[in-house]
């Protein structure tokens, strides 16, 4: 167990010309010891890049990795103390479900009795008790996951545990489950867990921070909480939530935000630097439909069973809203916004509103 | 489901029936027909049922023939598939060198089998051939014309030679196939090198090496050219193998029906165990479903 820092890290994997060329943006973060870590983005976003330099698949351009004070930046995989899982199950065929976790313990010498004693004990947690002694080739990939699970949780003295979208192959419902033990597993041993994933749903049901990142970026680190209230770019605003928040350009001035010819009111002022592109975020949880507010052209009602998502557009912009169970798109609707759910941002980053 | 009837379709099959009853169902019929016959004249035939297997069955040649065969396929498989196993790991996996590889181990493949022999026929002539002469300067007394024990070693080193880049490709096929995770997986755990091919390669080469030692045995249970052209079968009968055997009884003494049924012997042989290999690959496949 310890904590990951990662000091000034940049990565590059070609010739650096210009700073778009890095895949990797700067960044420089410190993990706590035994928190759980989840790196949420889309695809080709460097989550894996950054996972990668975690693990020592990759050393980085620039900046330097510590877990704990040890500077590990240079170091392979094998010297990290690190354990793995990956996107797909790596079983070892030919043993056994109880050889093959036994088997990183084996390889590091570690003593029969606390082999024998540590084995069951995550056998158990996983609920493999009853296979254990089945070769690990005649199961189903959900199965064999598990196993690398397993073998990914079975040391005891590992400073990280990394994540690389291990749920992909397993099926929806077994999912939830999955994601269940893996979170017992973490208060159990409390071991740092650094887990990648484009799986909004699974980041933030795993992690107690979400590291989100877009672009290269690292854009948001924070609870899950933070990054449904205040989404500190625009991008992490859209990518969570369900629908994503809505960006509406407008312009400033002082206590209100206008859009097209309509004013709306801000929770204290807002000033954005001269120059920059304005925006209001707002998510469709926080439009209230009704008699109120700015006028609202409803094009399409989803119901999706426990409440209903009404998009339309508002002075020419795609806006939606969600309604609370029960209640009907009104006749005549109008939006209004609920002061404490505005954000405005600034070329993308939000900028603090407030006296 | 509604099935249409039409006879007619039976047509589309018309042209494969031909071709497998040209190249296969009726020369192997004509052999069949030769070997429960006695054709001694021209337009002679005399029905003689089992005697010909019997004799042949029965016959100290067959049995020398047949057991210089199974040693010799024996031998080559010992020594090709852990051998080709060794350079397909050895080989890079990836960039220029991986090619150039690639090419040297499939330039003996593409050697003819007749030019083969040759090649090895001077290459190990003890006055002249680099082989021979070095090892006789060398201080080994070599002659594979006339001592069974060389012509046995030369024959063997020949196939080695001609042979083994056909287990290293399969190999290295089946080597390449392996994700990368796995090998990334191994490293977190700490397994050791050998720890990798034990669990991990051998394992995943398991079908590969089935395909490679079943085409190493079929190849080299009936081979014929190369051990023909370098030694012509001798010193003696010392390398006298099933094919060559069967050439001689046919072509040399013109006894067909004697061949015939050495021919049919010899099928069956192949057959079987093509047929052990196949259930134990389908085992296999089944087992990883």
Known sequence: MAKITLDHIRHAYGPVSSPADYALKELDHVWTDGGAFALLGPSGCGKTTLLNIISGLITPSEGRVLFDDRDVTTLPPEARNIAQVFQFPVVYDTMTVRQNLAFPLKNRGIPKEQIDARVPRILDMLGLSTLADRRAESLTADLKQKISLGRGMVREDVSAILFDEPLTVIDPHLKWQLRAQLKTLHREFGHTMVYVTHD????????DKVVVMY???????????????????TFVGYFIGSPGMNVLPVTLDGATASLGGETIALPGG?????????????????????????????????????????????????????????AEVPAEPRAAFAPEGIN???????VETGA | MNKTINNRAWFLVLPVLLLVAMNAIIPLMTVVNYSLQESFIAGFWDWVGTRHYEEVLGSER??????????????????????GVAVALAMPKKGVWASVCL???ALPLLIPWNVVGAIWNIFALPEIGLLGWGLNELGFDYNYTNQPLAAWFTVVLMDVWHWTSLVVLL???????????YYRAAKIDGASRWAVFRFIQLPKLRTVLIIAILLRFIDSFMIYTEPFVLTGGGPGNATTFLSIDLVKAAVGEFNLGIAAAMSIIYFLMTLLVCWLFFTLMNNDRERQS
Do not use: C
């Open chain 1, 344 to 350: 405005i941002y600034a070329d993308s980053w939000r």
């Open chain 1, 270 to 326: 807002a000033r954005a630097p001269a120059g920059t592109k304005t925006e209001l975020g707002i998510r469709p949880e926080f439009v209230k439909l009704g008699a109120e507010g700015l006028a609202f052209n409803v094009t399409r009602v989803d119901d999706i069973g426990r409440e209903k998502i009404v998009h339309g557009t508002l002075g020419g912009h795609p806006l939606a809203a969600i309604l609370p169970e029960g």
């Open chain 1, 215 to 233: 672009d290269g970026e690292v854009v948001q680190v924070g609870t899950p909480q933070e990054l449904f209230e205040r989404p500190a770019h």
């Open chain 2, 103 to 105: 090419v040297l181990m």
């Open chain 1, 200 to 207: 909004q749903t699974e980041a933030l049901t795993f992690a």
């Open chain 2, 171 to 181: 190999a290295y096929a089946g080597l390449q196939s392996i994700d990368e995770a």
């Open chain 2, 62 to 83: 067959f049995h020398g023939a047949l057991i210089r065969q199974f040693i010799f396929t024996g031998i080559i498989l010992v020594i090709e598939v852990p051998l």
